[in-house]
């Protein structure tokens, strides 16, 4: 399977998480500061490292679906750069998976572009080591809000959350996530 149709499928399944989400509490998560969002994903990030690196876990969540949150988390966070945060709920369902929609293609097109340039690297790569570029970028992100968003040479915040959606995808596409379903 190429990486587009990979990308894309592992999308369409964090893409239906986001639906079933919005279905039980609507965009609620418009009232999220952008760096609420962070250590959102900061909290996804450390919880698959935590159980990667311990192998157990209390809740019977395992890393697929916390890497699944950084997709969406992610893709709500750009948003909420773009938007900014609300006071209240300001966008219906259906607006909110369009911004979504927009935005997750955005980002892919951004991950086809740097894919062809690095040639496809990803694949000889460690799931462990997404976690540890997404953390990476975390801090980073976290430097640059309390900089006040700005940055002197460095890609700003909506850079770094299509990075970490993108490799979080990666992740996802090795862990069997695109893998077609067996036909019954």
Known sequence: METKKEYDAVVACCRRVFIDKMKDYGPSWRMMRPSTMTDQLFIKAKRIRQLQVSGQTKVGEGIVPEFMAIVNYGIMGIIQLERGYADKVDLSADEALALYDRHIAATRDLMLNKNTDYDEAW??????????????????????????????????????????????VFALIKLGLAAPEPVR
């Open 123 to 168: 694949r000889d790569m460690r799931v462990s080591s997404f976690d540890d570029i997404i953390l990476t970028k975390l801090q980073r992100v976290k430097e640059i809000e309390d900089h006040g968003g700005t940055t002197l040479v460095s890609e700003g915040i909506a850079s770094n959350y299509q990075d970490m959606v993108n490799y979080a």
